[in-house]
């Protein structure tokens, strides 16, 4: 195969990308399927948009995760102290696999099932609480409060320990570059609240996943205290913030199409397979973790050297026409199989299964209880959190109008 020469893109502007990313990705997919760009770090990084390059790319072994594989100076990423960085996104096999496979078996369909009805019991909960005023922030007080919830219940984290994580990962998903320090202190702040959280699980050990990782740790000896630490961050900060923002984008979505909404209204048991196609068509995740070649490797034409930094855009390939017809329209009658939202190869969200259900969840209660729910703003006064890592909005204020639904009349 014979090289072509990508163009030389000038930084990336995170404003644009965050109010319509998709416009944006669509002028690069149209003008090659990869691109040599300056990224918001001012390092310079391969950014990939075509469906099937993108798909290839996820599982092809010859993209580390590993960060030790990156060119001396040529990457800056999210500085992380090592009891926290030790974890499966910076993570190749056999390490990777190990540590993989100790946790999966907290996200198996079975265990899964096992927590639909707390799941639900929440839903309700958090849906009686806004029932009560007939207008709400659904970031605040229904995406947010139901992932932070089920992901603490896996965990094991007493529900007073919970007030400050959504600041935390705020901080860390869409810092401010005018307070740098702001997401040091997060970091820190985080990790002495880890340690502590499993220094009361190795004291008074309890019946959930991060007492049973420890118990792995201390007595099989299959994890290190790096690993053990930075696994329950990123089950507790993946767990939560992905689920935020599909929950959260579904939403919107769903009210800016008004005859979906009213399909699936009157056929809420379709709404389990609709969750597909609400990723593919705004997705929490704009680009896949970066990745970095052990080899120089050819993608859709372009050698990308070894060690060079490769954003993969999930936001770009699910809307490339090669794959998904008329991929800018939403569509509850798609079949959006192959999607990308959660991953794929190796390292597929291993809480997909998780994620899926409590958006299954949050949206068929939702939408069961407020018929008349409508957005409290104009669609042009909304604002998206100022980040490449992640797709979702600042806040969804909303007028609920009646409530309906058995939890309702019970009150």
Request: aromatic share 6%; charged share 25%.
């Amino acid at each position: 195969m014979t090289d072509t020469t990508s163009a030389q893109q000038g930084p990336v502007d995170i404003a644009a990308l965050a109010d319509d990313p998709y416009a944006v990705y669509a002028r690069f997919r149209r003008e090659g399927p990869v691109h040599r760009i300056t990224g918001t770090d001012g390092l310079p990084a391969w950014l990939v948009t075509g469906y099937d390059d993108v798909r290839a790319a996820l599982a092809d072994p010859r993209l580390s995760l590993d960060k030790r594989n990156a060119t001396p100076g040529g990457y800056r990423g999210m500085a992380l102290p090592p009891a926290l960085d030790a974890n499966l996104l910076n993570m190749d096999p056999p390490d990777h696999t190990r540590i993989r496979r100790l946790v999966s078996r907290a996200f198996t369909p079975r265990r899964i099932e096992q927590l639909r009805e707390p799941i639900q019991r929440t839903a309700d909960l958090l849906l009686d609480r806004i029932a009560e005023d007939g207008r709400a922030d659904l970031i605040v007080s229904y995406a947010a409060p139901l992932p932070i919830t089920v992901i603490c219940d896996l965990l094991g984290v007493a529900p007073a320990d919970r007030l400050d994580f959504r600041s935390w990962t705020d901080v860390l998903v869409a810092p401010d570059p005018a307070r740098p320090s702001l997401a040091k202190e997060a970091v820190g702040t985080m990790l002495s609240f880890l340690t502590g959280l499993i220094a009361g699980k190795r004291t008074a050990p309890a019946d959930d996943l991060l007492s049973a990782l420890i118990a792995v740790r201390d007595e099989e000896d299959r994890l290190n205290e790096d690993e053990l630490t930075s696994l329950a961050f990123l089950i507790l900060f993946a767990g939560y913030e992905n689920t935020v923002h599909l929950i959260g984008n579904a939403i919107l979505t769903l009210l800016r199409h008004p005859e979906q909404l009213a399909e699936l209204r009157a056929d809420p048991t379709r709404v389990s397979a609709v969750v597909g196609e609400l990723a593919r068509y705004d997705g929490p995740m704009p680009l896949a973790i970066r990745r970095f070649p052990t080899e120089d490797v050819s993608i859709g034409g372009v050698t990308v050297p070894a060690g060079e930094t490769v954003l993969l855009s999930l936001a770009a390939a699910h809307r490339d026409p090669r794959r998904f017809t008329d991929p800018d329209r939403f569509d509850i009658h798609r079949d959006a199989t192959g999607h990308l939202a959660l991953g794929h190869g190796i390292h597929y969200c291993l809480g997909a299964p998780l994620a899926r259900l409590e958006t299954e969840i949050a949206l068929s209660s939702l939408l069961g209880r407020f018929p008349d729910m409508a957005l409290d703003v104009s669609p042009d006064e909304l604002r998206w959190r100022p980040s490449m890592r992640s797709r979702g909005l600042i806040a969804l204020p909303v007028r609920t109008g009646s409530a309906t639904g058995e939890a309702a009349a019970d009150r």
